[in-house]
């Protein structure tokens, strides 16, 4: 189970039936994987995940905030233009708090009162020491990524990830063509890498196949 999956379940309990009426600024933009977020940065960070969400009115509002939440951590192919190009998902500290601001804009909606994340949760994201990647990329055959590895290389450095988990059984993709997309998670330590520098992901293959996802960490936030 990848650390999204593990903090959606604890975090969520911890969301239901804590309320507050504090009032949070606005966030301003930010760029640069930032491991020294403040707890007044982390607030501004789940303030502007449940903004988001406080304006989506229908599930297509919703897809939609999805969807730009995700172009800002985004490395490699760009899906909208190239449906089957090889791409990463890069979930930040700063990702999981808007991520979690979401959750508690949506709590909030379902419950009908103010939905807040007590501190102490707040302070286990800024603490979270692992980057998660999650790789999407597509293939001939259902189980073409079983077995895929994945490496971060920043020039001389390689990185491996403390965990990976296993590829997700390929989704055929419309159209006459076969052809099927797939995905899997991977956690790299902060402590292992530049998170404010440039770098490559190289994703493995049995068969010996090596695609390469170029990610420059000063441009995620």
């Not at 977020?37 to 599930?59: D, F, I, P, W």
């Not at 730009?68 to 930040?92: F, Q, W, Y």
């Not at 073409?144 to 989704?171: H, K, S």
């Not at 330590?189 to 170029?214: E, R, V």
């Amino acid at each position: 189970m990848g650390i999204g999956s593990t903090l959606f379940v604890r975090l969520t309990l911890s969301l239901l039936g804590m309320a507050s009426m504090s009032l949070i600024a606005l966030p301003t933009t930010s760029h640069a994987i930032d491991l020294s977020l403040s707890l007044e940065e982390a607030n501004t960070a789940l303030a502007a995940g449940r903004q988001t969400m406080e304006t989506a009115e229908s599930v297509e509002d919703v897809a939609a905030v999805m969807k730009a939440s995700e172009k800002m951590v985004r490395v490699g192919a760009n899906p909208e233009v190239d449906p089957c190009g090889a791409h990463a998902i890069l979930r930040t500290r700063r990702y999981w708090l808007e991520y979690f601001g979401r959750r508690e804009a949506a709590e909030s909606k379902r419950q009908k009162q103010e939905i807040r994340m007590p501190e102490s949760k707040i302070q286990e994201i800024l603490d979270m020491p692992y980057l998660e990647v999650e790789v999407r990329l597509c293939g001939e055959e259902e189980f073409f990524a079983e077995g895929a590895e994945i490496a971060m290389q920043q020039g001389n450095l390689m990185v491996r990830p403390v965990d990976i988990g296993p590829a997700e059984r390929g989704r055929k993709n419309p159209g006459p063509t076969p052809s099927f997309r797939s995905r899997f998670t991977a956690r790299f330590a902060y402590a292992d890498f530049d998170p404010q520098a440039s770098g490559t992901l190289a994703i493995f293959f049995p068969d010996g196949t090596l695609i390469n996802i170029p990610a420059d960490f000063a441009k995620i936030p």
